[in-house]
């Protein structure tokens, strides 16, 4: 078993955790892997496949993986992982191997949308496009004077397109089909009969996270963990993502 690194402070410290008894709920960029300069530059450490194979042996199948990015590109980042997802912010669900993309999923609309914000980025150096099967997003971490040009044009794309909301995350803007969100498919999920009296876990760090991190500290009675800094409706913070591979790696143990 993996050596803890030791996470530097725990805001309060976590409980121990029965997984058995768990839904466990992880979202990826910034909760399990480091932020990084661009999209496609994300370093993810090498036991972290396995870490997520024995977590869904040690929860019976209930981890989920719960993030922005498409189901192909978290599930290659993982290692060829083949379990539970939900992408794209909901948009895009993977339960027990079988997938449920949005309607909207590889639309001509999308597929414009993202020639239009591709050509936008292409004007405009430093920013960076990311298509996905269900909408776009434009990044400005390289060039943060260049936001609201980015909100500027993106703003427009929304105006000019009502199934579509604008969101605001980390350096970037995102188009997305409206109506999805992280906390709206957890919260169905939790519904299931077979996560229904589970106690909700769920690690998260972009405001993004907030909706669903307030519902498993507020209304569930979870264990709901901000990763870094910043306000946060969770109940428990810790600083970092190697702090979260620790405690993944604590609760294994036991
Ligand atoms: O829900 P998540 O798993 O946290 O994904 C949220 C977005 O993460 C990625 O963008 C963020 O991470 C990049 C790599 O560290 C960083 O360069 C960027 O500034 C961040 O916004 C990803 O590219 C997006 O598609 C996800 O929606």
Redesign the pocket.
């Known amino acids: 078993m993996a050596e803890p690194h030791g996470a530097k402070f725990a805001d309060p410290e976590l409980p121990d955790l029965d997984l058995s008894r768990a839904a466990l709920f992880l979202?990826?960029?910034?909760?399990l892997v480091?932020?990084?300069?661009?999209?496609s530059?994300?370093a993810v450490p090498s036991g972290m496949p396995d870490l997520m194979r024995r977590l869904d042996a040690a929860t019976d199948g209930r981890l989920v993986i719960?993030?922005?990015?498409p189901i192909s590109v978290?599930s290659q980042f993982l290692g060829g992982y083949e379990g539970n997802v939900i992408g794209c912010?909901g948009a895009e669900e993977r339960y027990d191997g079988e997938t449920n993309p949005h309607p909207l999923a590889e639309s001509d609309v999308v597929h414009r949308l993202g020639d239009m914000v591709e050509a936008f980025a292409a004007t405009h150096e430093g920013l960076i496009a990311?298509r996905?099967p269900t909408g776009v997003?434009l990044?400005f971490?390289q060039v943060p004077e260049q936001e609201p040009d980015a909100y500027a044009f993106l703003h427009a794309l929304e105006t000019a397109h009502e199934d579509f909301d604008l969101h605001h995350?980390?350096?970037?803007y995102?188009l997305r089909p409206k109506g999805i969100s992280?906390d709206a498919s957890i919260k169905r999920m939790m519904k299931t009969a077979a996560f229904a009296g589970r106690c909700p876990v769920f690690f998260?760090?972009?405001v993004?996270?907030e909706p669903a991190l307030e519902w498993v500290a507020g209304q569930q009675d979870g264990l709901a963990v901000k990763v870094g800094p910043g306000e946060t409706g969770a109940n428990y913070r810790l600083p970092e993502p190697a702090a979260v591979r620790d405690q993944l790696e604590l609760w294994l143990e036991d």
């Not at 719960?66 to 990015?69: A, I, Q, Y």
């Not at 995350?169 to 970037?172: D, G, L, P, T």
């Open positions: 979202d990826f960029d910034g909760t480091d932020l990084a300069d661009t999209p530059g994300v719960v993030t922005g990015r978290v912010h990311e996905k997003v990044h971490r995350s980390k350096m970037a995102e992280k998260g760090d972009d993004t996270d």
